[in-house]
């Protein structure tokens, strides 16, 4: 357990290789629960990322690293560290040099990562920026996150010690924090700083989820990023510094740390070496407080799966990012021999674990305190009568309209999102269909995306010279991949569906004559389905829009439809009057008529438009325990 490893590595020695390979296989192995990964690891990453700032504590860091690489060369690890130049000070570039050749003497392949302040900030020098640190510290994060996906690393390692862990509890203690707050420095986390860079902030592949309906629709899910891995959190100071003086590694000794009137955290770091904290204040008290804070946070998680297993999700659909869940009454939710409080906080930490499922937010996003009036209006006394309608943590929660039909013959096999309905004995009428909250007005997300019309065709390089030349080879231009309304990753493509070599490179004259040089482009804007798109949409009167209509009612009722992402043209291209909707990307839905529409206006020059979705990164788990999966992803 992790916590149980919080006093080893009491003695004042070096670390060695194997110790601390012990050390960070168990860190990172333990980690690696299948939160959204396909099963869990057995061995460590072969990629490893090095955050180095020069310190005792990264460079201890960088030689034990460096050491395992040497012994363990045939099984393809590789280490790359990273310095961050803030540009902060006129001396930060020749101190990420000296760092640099400090790393290359022990044979480490090193890069330099330069900041770069925004525009707003360039005429004054960083050390004078409003929120410096804060700035900074997002700075140094993504360039490190971008850094590791570049380079195709997973885990980027960091030097935090337990003296660290120790000074951060007591930071926070002093600041009000309590239960998870208090259960120090996690040894493994997603890189902070970096939400919404695709491939760095959980995201860069996918894996399929798929419902328990033999007909319900495989979703795609968003999975990978970079982590931070504190192998060395286990071990005080004392052993870094030692490491460094046996093994004659350099470092830099920054004094400002030591100056207890500069920061709070050098007022508790002196106090702490000075022994004048109370003996429940230092440091093996502290230790002691952070295992069992961590020790109540796996209580409360297994506590909470337990009533996970009470609640049946009775239908599913990531795609339109709604949710109908039967919560169990409040009786059967009660957890016995515990006391009514702490059954109230497995509650609070279940309905905000299920919320974070729908919500437009990271996870954990809001503090567990504002989930915690409202656990009474979904685990309901068997008398309750008065159900309401109410939004929480970003998610609309509305009373199931009608009483559910669970005789087998209800459940039509043919629709791919009828309900799984085999309701658990244990509950009352306390079914909630979840989507997320409905936008504000003038608030709505909007992405604005320009994609290059393809209008050269050639053999890509890695087509064999053995297989006939094809004149009509399918071309297309393809947009980054997106975050949008923090629920889902899309890209678009314009394909062109075949063009001979002469007739584009004719194309491409007539492009740069007319543009400037500049290749033609058809805008696309992702913003929410509005009712004006349906009040358009409902003019063309044919059968594929009856079906639409029918599909989208269903699938997303009420003002569930006016949360889901619809791709437009918009007004003003190839002289359209009004915003063309095109798709419901994430229902894989045509706009009935649109296509017609394109081709009629020659709208991207013939080519079609395509595009691909996945749902953000989620903790399976509650699904998996609410019934609501056929497997683990």
């Not at 195709?152 to 030097?159: C, K, W, Y």
């Not at 599909?551 to 190839?574: D, M, N, Q, W, Y």
Request: aromatic share 6%; glycine share 6%; with cysteine.
């Amino acid at each position: 357990m992790a916590g149980s490893c919080l006093l080893r590595s009491s003695n004042s020695g070096a670390i060695s290789t194997p110790k601390f390979l012990e050390n960070f296989k168990r860190v990172w192995l333990e980690s690696r629960a299948p939160r959204a990964e396909r099963r869990r690891e057995t061995r460590l990453p072969r990629r490893i990322g090095l955050a180095v700032s020069g310190g005792a504590d990264s460079m201890a860091l960088a030689y034990l690293c460096r050491q395992w690489e040497k012994t363990h060369s045939r099984d393809d690890v590789a280490v790359t560290a990273f310095v961050v130049d803030h540009k902060a000070r006129a001396e930060s570039t020749r101190e990420a040099a000296t760092v640099t050749r400090w790393l290359t003497d022990l044979g480490i392949h090193t890069q330099i990562l330069e900041l770069s302040w925004s525009q707003s900030t360039q005429s004054q020098t960083p050390s004078q920026v409003s929120a410096f640190e804060t700035h900074a510290r997002r700075l140094r994060f993504q360039a490190l996150g971008t850094a590791c996906r570049d380079h195709r690393i997973q885990a980027l390692l960091m030097g935090h010690h337990q003296d660290d862990n120790v000074e951060t509890t007591l930071w926070r203690l002093c600041s009000g924090a309590r239960g998870a707050g208090l259960a120090g420095i996690p040894e493994v986390n997603p890189i902070p700083e970096c939400h919404g860079l695709f491939g760095v902030a959980e995201s860069g592949s996918s894996v399929i989820l798929q419902g328990v309906s033999s007909a319900s629709r495989r979703i795609p899910m968003s999975t990978g990023g970079i982590f931070i891995c504190r192998p060395l959190l286990s071990f005080p100071k004392a052993r870094l510094l030692a490491t460094c003086h046996d093994n004659h590694v350099p470092y830099v000794s920054d004094p400002t740390n030591f100056d207890p009137t500069l920061t709070p955290r050098n007022a508790i770091r002196s106090l702490l070496s000075s022994d004048r904290l109370p003996r429940a204040l230092q440091t093996p008290s502290v230790l002691s407080l952070v295992e069992k804070s961590q020790d109540l946070v796996r209580d409360t998680t297994d506590l909470s799966n337990e009533l996970l297993q009470k609640c049946k999700i009775l239908d599913l659909n990531l795609a339109t990012g709604t949710m109908t869940v039967q919560f169990p009454s409040s009786s059967a939710a009660a957890i016995p021999n515990l006391a009514p409080s702490i059954t109230h906080q497995i509650q609070t930490t279940t309905l905000r674990r299920i919320t974070d499922l729908i919500a437009p937010f990271p996870d954990n996003h809001f503090p567990l305190r504002s989930f915690e009036d409202f656990t009474s209006r979904v685990f309901q006394d068997s008398g309750a009568t008065k159900i309401q309608a109410f939004t929480l943590g970003g998610v609309m929660f509305q009373p199931h309209p009608k009483p559910l039909d669970t005789s087998p013959s209800s459940t039509n096999n043919n629709h791919p999102h009828t309900p799984p309905l085999n309701p658990s004995p244990n509950t009352t009428n306390s079914t909630w269909f979840l989507s997320r909250q409905p936008f504000r007005k003038n608030c709505l997300p909007t992405l604005n995306l320009s994609i290059p019309i393809p209008t050269q065709t050639h053999p890509e390089k890695n087509t064999s010279t053995t297989e006939p030349q094809d004149n009509h080879l399918k071309l297309k231009q393809t947009t980054p991949w997106t975050l949008w309304d923090d629920r889902y990753w899309l890209r678009f493509s314009i394909l062109q569906p075949g063009a001979t070599h002469q007739n584009a490179h004719q194309n491409n004259n007539k492009n740069e004559n007319e543009n400037g040089n500049e290749k033609a482009a058809l805008p696309l804007v992702l913003r929410p389905l509005l009712k004006s798109d349906i009040q358009l949409i409902r003019r063309n009167k044919n059968k594929p829009l009856d079906q639409f209509l029918k599909r989208l009612a269903k699938e997303a009722p009420g003002l569930s439809r006016f949360t889901l992402p619809v791709v437009v043209i918009p007004k003003g291209e190839s002289g359209l009057e009004e915003d063309l909707p095109v798709g419901l990307p994430t229902m894989e839905q045509w706009v009935p008529g649109a296509q017609e529409v394109m081709r009629s206006r020659s709208i991207a020059g013939g080519c079609s438009v395509e595009w691909e979705w996945m749902y953000k990164m989620v903790d399976t788990e509650p699904l998996r325990l609410m019934g609501g999966l056929e497997r683990d992803p």
